[in-house]
């Protein structure tokens, strides 16, 4: 009978076998961080671009709560009552049918409230209604308004 004998390895074999070494640890580092590199940026743009979007449709829910509070009531609201008079009535206010809004004046994505002005200064038959935008300057190319193009 022919018995194979078994492979031994040798104690130092076995250890470099199962430990990784220095190089390879710092090869694996500098692949994480270039993939790291390229990725984390990508997602902190994606995430600024759904603050942007969220911004618009808050303004344009916004915009139509101020329209059927001005289809009832017959005016918009004043730059003094601002937003709030979407919740809660005017003073002496008659045919106010809201609150027009139902979780109260919201505050944008940077968590600053949106802006109101009646007249507007861009639109002066009706109304301003702007945020900051992520600078949180109120003259800013990044503000998200009523009256740019989206």
Do not use: C, K
């Amino acid at each position: 009978m022919n018995e194979e004998s078994p492979i031994v390895l040798s104690f130092d074999q076995n250890r470099r076998r199962q430990v990784f070494t220095l190089l390879e640890l710092l090869l694996v580092l500098v692949i994480l961080t270039v993939l790291a590199g390229l990725v984390v940026p990508r997602f902190a743009r994606r995430s600024e671009q759904a603050r942007v979007t969220a911004a618009f449709s808050d303004i344009a829910a916004l915009e139509v709560a101020i329209d059927t509070f001005e289809i009832d009531t017959g005016r918009y609201p004043s730059t003094d009552e601002g937003l709030q008079a979407l919740i809660e009535r005017p003073a002496e206010m008659r045919h106010w049918n809201g609150p027009y809004i139902r979780r109260g004046v919201p505050r944008d994505p940077w968590g600053s409230y949106y802006h109101y002005r009646q007249p507007g200064l861009q639109n002066p038959h009706s109304y301003d209604l702007w945020s900051n935008g992520p600078e949180g300057r109120e003259s800013s190319e990044y503000n998200i308004n009523n009256w740019s193009e989206r």
